[in-house]
């Protein structure tokens, strides 16, 4: 359908300048369009979902707000706390993977000998032969599946057989490893039409494809008929241009680890499935420091961690004056 252009006037030995383009919002919806008026789908396309692109010219500097005293205590307060925070943060991730990368392991050694899910273990370590720390892991009945390739044309059975034979690949029973799918897994099935592929394009493998002038069109309408409302009137080939696509998501059942150790011949079997295809979400409760020691040597040791997590020699912060540390001091 063709846009109805304004004439312009002549002008001599000179390009015609484009129209500049209008912004459009940042998010917004077309209004119908009325019947009298014709205008092409792709053109109110042009104000569905778009995004204000960022200005490339470089920003004005930023106005910087004069404290008060009682602002600039509570702001120099603030800052090294979330410095040290974000640090000590990142710290307990690495310092939690590496814990439990070992004790998880023992866990799934007591489901085995149990046959069953064991109550969620305390741990615990002495000093002097008197309690010291103390904490307990949690394995929670939440779970992330590792999902098998799906193909477009892939239905839940043939979902459910692929999991069979990744479970077979780490090394179950073939058998029990389809026991397991059939009773333990509930594959779901969500359809949906991807408008933003067909709007704007998609990333197939490395290369970008772009949608073609019929599956624009198609989208165009589709949307227009959602956001306004009233009867969506497609040809064949744009009907055909509305491709259906076909997400699977799995969920576990409940009781997953009361009855998981019946699907394995081997403890080995048993931490390759919750390890590798059905992975509960392991966590942490109730860390206790020091709970034998006084409330100095407590906190003595406290500080000793603080300077071994950041790297530094105790001497030469406690021989720093306060003011220095944090830059109050005054010449």
């Not at 000179?14 to 459009?24: E, F, G, V």
């Not at 490395?206 to 409302?229: F, H, Q, Y």
């Not at 080939?237 to 997400?247: F, P, Q």
Request: glycine share 6%; net charge neutral.
């Amino acid at each position: 359908m063709a846009k109805t252009k304004t004439a312009k006037k002549p002008t001599p030995k000179k390009t015609p300048k484009k129209t500049p383009k209008k912004k459009s919002p940042a998010v917004s919806i077309p209004s119908p369009v009325p019947p009298d008026k014709e205008e092409n789908p792709l053109d109110v396309l042009a104000s569905l979902g778009k995004k204000k692109k960022k200005s490339t010219s470089k920003k004005a500097d930023r106005p910087v707000l004069a404290l008060t005293e009682a602002a600039d205590k509570r702001f120099r307060q603030w800052v090294p706390a979330k410095v040290l925070a974000d640090h000590f943060g990142e710290h307990l991730k690495v310092t939690q993977a590496a814990l439990d990368d070992l004790v998880v392991d023992l866990f799934y050694d007591l489901m085995w000998d149990k046959k069953s899910q064991p109550k969620n273990p305390a741990l615990k370590a002495s000093k002097d032969g008197k309690p010291d720390i103390e904490g307990m892991i949690v394995i929670q009945e939440r779970f992330k599946i590792s999902m098998p390739e799906i193909d477009e044309d892939d239905t839940k059975e043939d979902v459910a057989e692929k999991m069979v034979t990744i479970l077979s690949t780490i090394g179950l029973n073939p058998d029990k490893a389809k026991a397991l799918v059939e009773n333990e897994l509930i594959i779901g099935e969500t359809k949906s039409i991807p408008l933003t592929a067909l709007i704007e394009g998609q990333k197939v493998g490395k290369e970008w494809v772009n949608p073609t002038d019929i599956e624009k069109t198609a989208a165009t309408k589709l949307l227009i008929a959602l956001s306004a409302g009233g009867k969506l009137d497609l040809s064949d080939d744009e009907k055909e241009a509305l491709i259906v696509s076909t997400e699977f998501k799995i969920a576990v059942k409940g009781g997953f680890l009361e009855r998981v150790c019946t699907y394995c011949d081997s403890g080995d079997q048993l931490k390759s499935i919750l390890r590798l295809v059905i992975k509960p979400v392991v966590s942490h409760r109730g860390a206790k420091f020091a709970v034998s020691d006084s409330l100095t040597d407590k906190n003595k040791r406290l500080f000793a961690q603080i300077f071994e997590i950041l790297g530094t020699d105790e001497d030469e912060i406690l021989g720093t004056d306060e003011d220095e540390i944090l830059g109050t001091d005054e010449e």
